[in-house]
């Protein structure tokens, strides 16, 4: 008997869980394309204020944005051995 109980539990759980997703879903599809949305637009809004920025600019006239902090160079990748080719 309690074996019976069980199943119809996970088989009533499965069919609730079923309709309510079928309720829920389009909420979530909009909600997750309304946050898609506001990231794209972020980006892409913080693209355009770059390119009125740069056309602001006076012709001829250098700018640096961010300067790197350090020289990257892997000292460890061996040594350099300068050769000729011999015919």
Request: glycine share 6%; hydrophobic share 35%.
């Amino acid at each position: 008997m309690g074996l019976l109980r069980t199943i119809f539990f996970i088989v009533l759980f499965y069919y609730i869980l079923r309709v309510l997703s079928r309720l829920f879903s389009p909420y979530l599809i909009k909600f997750v394309a309304k946050k898609a949305e506001e990231r794209f637009g972020g980006q892409f809004g913080q693209f355009q204020k770059e390119q009125q920025e740069a056309k602001s600019k006076k012709e001829g006239e250098v700018t640096i944005d961010k300067m790197p902090k350090t020289k990257t160079s892997n000292k460890d990748v061996g040594e350099y051995v300068d050769y000729e080719e011999i015919d």
